[in-house]
């Protein structure tokens, strides 16, 4: 039977047909002729067949196992915490993102060679020949929509998942486990508190550029290389048009190696030192209450991006821009660190600084602002 043959049956006749007759109709009636569709076992309950399920089944489990330690890791309490090259718990530290990244990996790719598989062992492979023809764009009627359901129907039912409850069980496992990963993933970062550091020089308000007691001093420290060097910047360390990283030092730190070299690793301690060229340091427009954060043509930005906190790094010295590479921004030296280009929307948090009596570089205080992207409890 085919599209020309194809007798449109009346709503009584419609109600009356069962699957397999609608399916019939609806192949006829859009001109589709079934010439071949085997059913994949056709003796039920073979060996073979057993072993392409559970084989299917081994993949949706191990998607779920997977999906299930990708969880548990994400919420597991403090291993996510940065540790410092060497602190305590360094190695499993460092483990944590690739473990992150293998569990989540193999429940996407268990869920997906199981998909597969179900797919190429147990639905029919049927071979179809259509005639070409145009619809012209009218609407489905009745039959149309019938015919069709009873298509999707009969799919399912060939494809025998009704009767598979290894398979139904396992894909449950790993499409839920999946599911509860992916939905964990944002939600995660909502439920860790930030604000439960013990010591409250660790958290986002503070940063180790303030004194730790009264008449505390707190020098440029440059970076050398080695991290146990103490190398104190003075201002005529530095050329006109050039810029430095420079990091905290507190004398209370001098004997204390791990002190020394934990500095470098913060995320909240690089700032970079810009001596501006004469010329352009007569152009400064200074930010409102922050006039003498500088110390003549010497000025110190956070070099933590406001965007997403990538290290802005570059310092262009025609054009006085400080340059993230993460997403573009850029931020004018000359402008107390305002951003002119690009995602970021804050400026870079300047820090005050001056000259000591013995002629070094030191931070007059800590920073006024938080450094870094945005966060909730932030007001500007
Ligand atoms: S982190 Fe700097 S532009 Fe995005």
Request: aromatic residues 10%; glycine residues 10%; charged residues 25%.
């Amino acid at each position: 039977m085919n599209s020309k043959d194809a007798r449109e049956p009346s709503e009584a006749e419609l109600a009356e047909m069962d699957r397999d007759q609608l399916l019939k109709l609806g192949g006829a009636l859009d001109g589709v002729e079934i010439v071949d569709y085997p059913d994949p076992w056709p003796v039920k309950g073979t060996r073979a067949e057993k072993r392409a399920e559970r084989g299917v089944a081994l993949w949706f489990l191990l998607a779920g196992l997977a999906g299930l330690a990708f969880v548990v890791l994400l919420c597991w309490p403090d291993v996510w915490r940065y540790k410092a090259p060497e602190a305590e718990g360094t190695f499993w530290y460092s483990l944590y993102t690739p473990a992150l990244g293998v569990t989540l990996g193999l429940a996407i790719l268990g869920l997906g060679v199981g998909i597969l598989l179900y797919t190429k062992r147990f639905i029919p492979h049927e071979l179809a020949v259509q005639e070409r023809h145009d619809g012209g764009g009218e609407g489905s009627s009745e039959i149309d929509r019938k015919t069709i359901v009873a298509h999707l129907e009969d799919a399912g039912h060939r494809s025998t998942i009704a009767r598979r409850s290894l398979i139904k069980r396992s894909a449950a496992l790993g499409g839920g486990a999946l599911g509860l990963g992916l939905v964990a993933l944002p939600v995660a970062s909502f439920i860790k508190n930030p604000w439960t550091e013990p010591d409250p020089a660790n958290t986002l308000w503070h940063t180790p550029w303030g004194p730790e007691h009264p008449g505390d001093v707190v020098y440029l420290r440059r970076y050398t290389g080695n991290s146990h060097d103490i190398v104190l910047l003075r201002p005529e360390d530095l050329d006109a048009g050039g810029m430095e990283t420079v990091f905290p030092f507190h004398e209370s730190e001098r004997n204390d190696p791990e002190k020394l070299s934990a500095v470098f690793n913060r995320s909240d301690t690089p700032v970079m030192l810009i001596r501006l060229r004469p010329e352009d340091a007569a152009r400064v427009v200074k930010r409102q209450g922050q006039e003498d954060f500088n110390f003549g043509e010497y000025y110190a930005y956070s070099k933590i991006c406001t965007h997403v906190g990538c290290p802005a790094s570059l310092f262009e010295q025609r054009t006085n821009r400080i340059l993230c590479p993460c997403h573009q921004s850029q931020f004018d030296a000359l402008h107390y660190g305002k951003p002119i280009f690009g995602p970021a929307t804050r400026a870079l948090p300047q820090l005050p600084i001056t000259v000591s009596a013995d002629g070094y570089l030191v931070a007059r205080s800590d920073f006024v602002e938080p450094v870094g992207p945005a966060f909730w409890e932030r007001k500007s």
